[in-house]
């Protein structure tokens, strides 16, 4: 029996939730990228891609893209040892063990080796639903731009980051077909010219999939800290949280730790803010700050993050944290718009419902420097004045990739930071929900409205 399931390892496949997140994904998107720790799961994602279009054995749960015909496909990794051990491994199983990989043993119908490496596969031949054959070639980045060329296909996979070239190359194999592509890696190589395709272009055909230690459920989570630890600490997040090393261009270089708190309940009488940052394009993005004026710490217990909606929709989202909430809102709030028929972007909110203060994100003297506000969150954060409640996956997304460039702040997906920014500015607005008030002087407390919450 052990046997036999090893050769029909692709029935037993369970995704786990971000591997599941990836797959749907490309029933819509041309070009992904799965980004991931070390031993996560992503080459296993990735694999099971592979068989499935190679096969044609889609699973019931299955919402990806599907093909009803036979597919060609590349399949790509660093050099010709690493495919083997890798890619090719999971796809075949190990050398001498062929047909114990997610491609089961009864579909494939030959392979020829490549004659570089012992072991190394040049190309399988796998049978379809359908009753034609689908072909997998593998290939290495150190073979140079030009074995990359001359072929039309339906997909490639690149385990571990390719070369841009190379990369560019392997996707033009499918403009013919309609076809497309998926990364899998660790990125080591930090905010290189391939993640920040992903990451700083806006593309309606790009999609990118992030999974951290935590979504990896095979590993327990007694074990997950002596993981982290075993890692060098410059390269703990990049390979167990899948972000890029961005060394000296990051904006907030603190440890995530530091700032993340379990969400708790909280004193009524503690002060709130809403801010927000306007977007259609990029994400329109929205949090809420609970002020503790006694311990003088900013807490982020909230965050709203959504593209191409109308202020009417993004009001109907917000207005349930509280009609009496004031929000902070960003300068070109003053803008007008076609939609809003001439009237300011702030003010529409208003119009639906929204406690908008009377001005835009400002410091007490009037200014509006970035790099002040930025400062000022970040020495909150190295002291220890700066929580985030540790669900708000959204926030925590933007902030390990936040960075500069060329000195400059990359404004590519930096939403919610900003929408935080504004209301770190306007902090001396946040205030106590009046309800409580009207419940203090209920229970007797006239002369003092905080008794009874202190």
Do not use: C
Request: glycine share 10%; charged share 25%; no cysteine.
């Amino acid at each position: 029996m052990k046997e036999r399931l090893s050769r029909v390892r692709l029935a037993g496949y369970a995704p786990y939730s971000k591997q599941a997140a990836f797959h749907e994904a490309g029933a819509r998107y041309r070009e992904r990228l799965f980004r991931a720790g070390n031993q996560l799961g992503k080459t296993v994602g990735g694999g099971a891609e592979a068989a499935y279009h190679l096969t044609g054995k889609y699973p019931v749960w299955w919402k990806g893209r599907r093909w009803d015909r036979p597919t060609h496909g590349w399949v790509g990794g660093v050099t010709g040892l690493s495919v083997r051990d890798a890619p090719q491994k999971i796809l075949l199983g190990r050398a001498g063990s062929v047909g114990t990989g997610m491609i089961p043993m009864d579909d494939i119908a030959g392979y020829t080796h490549a004659r570089s490496v012992a072991d190394l596969v040049d190309t399988i031949r796998v049978r379809h639903v359908s009753g034609g054959i689908s072909t997998a070639s593998f290939k290495s980045y150190e073979s140079g731009r030009e074995k990359w060329q001359a072929e039309t296909l339906d997909w490639v996979w690149f385990d571990e980051e390719p070369p841009e070239d190379i990369y560019t190359e392997g996707l033009t194999r499918t403009n013919a077909t309609g076809g497309m592509s998926w990364l899998t890696f660790t990125p080591l190589l930090g905010m290189s010219s391939v993640v920040k395709r992903f990451l700083s272009e806006n593309s309606q055909d790009r999609h990118d999939t992030v999974m951290t230690i935590e979504d990896a459920e095979h590993i327990p989570a007694a074990e997950r800290q002596k993981i982290i630890n075993s890692y060098p600490a410059h390269e703990q997040e990049a390979r167990v949280k899948g972000i890029p090393i961005l060394g000296s261009g990051r904006i907030f270089p603190v440890l995530e730790a530091d700032i993340t708190e379990d969400p708790f309940h909280i004193p009524r009488y503690w002060p709130r803010l809403g801010a927000m940052d306007f977007g259609w394009d990029h994400p329109f993005a929205a949090v809420e700050i609970v002020y503790d004026t006694e311990g003088d710490v900013v807490h982020i217990v909230r965050s709203y993050r959504v593209r191409e909606q109308s202020p009417a929709i993004h009001a109907i989202a917000l207005r349930p944290w509280g009609a009496w909430l004031p929000w902070s809102w960003p300068r070109d709030g003053r803008r007008e718009t076609l939609e809003g028929a001439g009237q300011a972007l702030a003010k529409q909110f208003g119009v639906h419902g929204l406690s908008m203060l009377g001005t835009h994100a400002q410091f007490s003297d009037g200014s509006v420097s970035v790099e002040a506000g930025l400062m000022d969150m970040l020495d909150r954060m190295q002291t220890g004045r700066f929580k985030v409640f540790k669900h708000l996956n959204d926030w925590f997304e933007e902030f390990r990739l936040y960075h500069r460039k060329d000195g400059r702040v990359e404004k590519i997906g930096d939403d919610l930071m900003s929408a935080s920014r504004y209301g770190v500015m306007m902090l001396r607005e946040a205030i106590v929900n009046p309800a409580e008030f009207k419940s203090a002087r209920r229970s007797g407390a006239q002369s003092d409205p905080l008794a009874g919450f202190r």
